[in-house]
């Protein structure tokens, strides 16, 4: 089921690809697409878990923890969306790899905390060092510096193609 799905996936993508194919590589078009779906997901996701689910109330747990529904939102979205997330990347954008699954997934964890930590940091250092600029705008400039980043380190790091010694 998983190749069968696998292969639909890949002839959607490969199909959109085909008048970009001289200017953006297969590889980086493929991240692009599971990595831009999977974005959507979580925005829709949370948007769900925050207006729907939680109705824009602060959740109480035991011991009078209270978590606020912004932040129980983006739980609920990211623990559906990494998943997902890691399965495309493993399964579609880069299936070459021979690392075992495990250390795929671990790395693929820390990385995605890296760049959550990096996200914030990054909307930081606009806000402050250069309040000129539109917030939208820096957000449009941290999602695309936090994109080649994260492409660039799934790549060379979670998914790598580890040689085989002779």
Not at 64 to 75: E, Q
Not at 93 to 107: D, I, T, W
Request: include cysteine; hydrophobic fraction near 50%.
């Amino acid at each position: 089921m998983l190749s069968k799905a696998r292969h639909i996936i890949i002839g959607i993508i490969d199909f959109f690809h085909i008048p970009f194919k001289r200017i953006i590589p297969t590889q980086t078009f493929r991240y692009l697409a599971c990595g831009g779906s999977n974005t959507v997901l979580n925005w829709v996701l949370y948007s769900l878990s925050f207006n729907i689910l939680l109705h824009r109330q602060d959740t109480q747990f035991v011991y009078g923890i209270i978590i606020s529904a912004k932040v129980l939102a983006y739980i609920i979205a990211f623990c559906i969306s990494f998943p997902i997330g890691f399965i495309l990347s493993r399964h579609i954008v880069f299936p070459e790899s021979n690392l075992h699954g495990k250390v795929q997934f671990f790395r693929y964890a820390v990385v995605t905390v890296t760049f959550i930590y990096l996200t914030y940091l990054l909307i930081k250092f606009f806000a402050f060092a250069l309040p000129m600029v539109r917030a939208d705008i820096s957000y449009i400039f941290v999602m695309v510096i936090t994109a080649i980043l994260s492409y660039i380190s799934q790549r060379v790091y979670t998914f790598k193609i580890h040689k085989e010694e002779e």
